[in-house]
Structures are given as C-alpha cells and as structure tokens.
C-alpha cells in the first residue's frame, strides 16, 4: 500500500472516531424527558412524571405544529410579539392550569393564558414555566386543560418537559467541534488520497 493510501486510511479512522465522539458526547444527555400530545378541543387532564439524569434548568412548555397562518398561531398561543401581530380576530382563548410537584411535594403552579415568551422552529410554541430539577428526585407534572381550544387542536399540541440549550452550551460545543473535525479530516484525507493517485499516474506517464 502506498504511503499516501496509508496516511489517508489513518485519517478516516480518526475521523471516524472524531464522529462518534460526537454522538457518544450529544447523545448521553436527555434533551426532552417528557413529551406528550394533549387533545386541547375539549376540558381534560393529564400527568406525567420523568426523572433527570444531570441536576439542570428546565422549560415546561407547549408546542404545536405548523399548521395554522403565523399570525393565526401566535395569538391563540399567546405569544408576545411586540405589538407586531394584531390579535383581534384571533383571541387567545386556551388556558392550561399547570401543577409542578418534586417527591409529592408542591412546588409551582400557573396558567397558559395570557403573553408569553415564545418558540419558533420545527414547531412553534410557548414557555409555562422555568424550574430547577434534580437528578435524584421524581418529578411530577399535571396539566388541565381549563379552557379547551378547538381550532388550535388541529396543531397536534404538545406539552414538553426540555433542559435549555445552555445548560449544556459546553456539550453543544464539544460535539460540534468533533463533526467539524470529521469532517476535515475527511475531506484532507480524500485530498491525500487523490494527490497520491496523481503522482502514480504522472510516474506512469513518465
């Protein structure tokens, strides 16, 4: 085997193992504990309980797709938007009491209804509440849905225990970082690769 072929071998084993670091790094956090669909068309209840496996800040939130006209979605989730979004034909009406409990004892509790912080991506929704969970306790969340809202039911709702991106920007950072490593080294061991197949070819010739 030509020297270049080995140098470039060597290069895709690391990158190999550079990938999986990043998996292995990304993937031994619990991102989202809990999500579950609720049927918001009607009065209902629900409770789910998760326990974290790192001590963290988490976000209780409600999500939905997006299915609905942007405008049409932010107001019935009631989503603040600076003053750029008219709402009066479409009222927020959906109001979910929520209840957080840590070991069966009470912590927090609070209402959907009215402005919050929003969430726009794949999916488009609104914060509930902030907390801290520890990783040696059982959580508990209840959710009723006091005032349903059918027209936003069609958005298959979500109700979403998640850990926030900067509780782990260090995580985010790592395991970026070992992508970006594969893949240069990649692309310098297929430039190696090429620059030996170059050289045999020209000796050929000559």
């Not at 970026?176 to 030996?196: D, P, R, T």
Request: net charge positive; proline share 3%.
């Amino acid at each position: 085997m030509r020297t270049s072929n080995k140098i470039a071998l060597v290069l895709v084993v690391i990158s190999l193992f550079a990938a999986l670091n990043g998996y292995r790094v990304h993937g031994r956090h619990d991102w989202s504990p809990v999500s579950m669909p609720i049927d918001i068309s009607k009065a209902s209840s629900y409770e789910f309980d998760f326990i974290p496996k790192k001590n963290s800040g988490y976000e209780l939130g409600l999500s939905t797709d997006r299915t609905l006209g942007f405008d049409v979605q932010n107001c019935r989730l009631g989503i603040e938007t600076k003053g750029f979004t008219d709402c009066r034909n479409h009222v927020e009406t959906l109001d979910l009491k929520w209840s957080l409990f840590t070991n069966e004892k009470f912590i927090a509790e609070g209402n959907s209804l009215g402005n919050s912080s929003g969430f726009w991506g794949e999916r488009v929704g609104k914060i509930l509440h902030r907390f801290d969970a520890d990783k040696s306790k059982r959580h508990v969340v209840r959710i009723d849905v006091v005032i349903p809202d059918p027209t936003l039911s069609v958005a298959n709702p979500m109700v979403e225990v998640s850990s926030s991106a900067m509780e782990y920007k260090d995580t985010f950072v790592i395991a970026g970082l070992s992508y970006y490593a594969s893949i240069a080294l990649l692309v310098i061991a297929s430039v190696i690769w090429l620059m030996g197949f170059f050289v045999m070819w020209v000796k050929r010739k000559t």
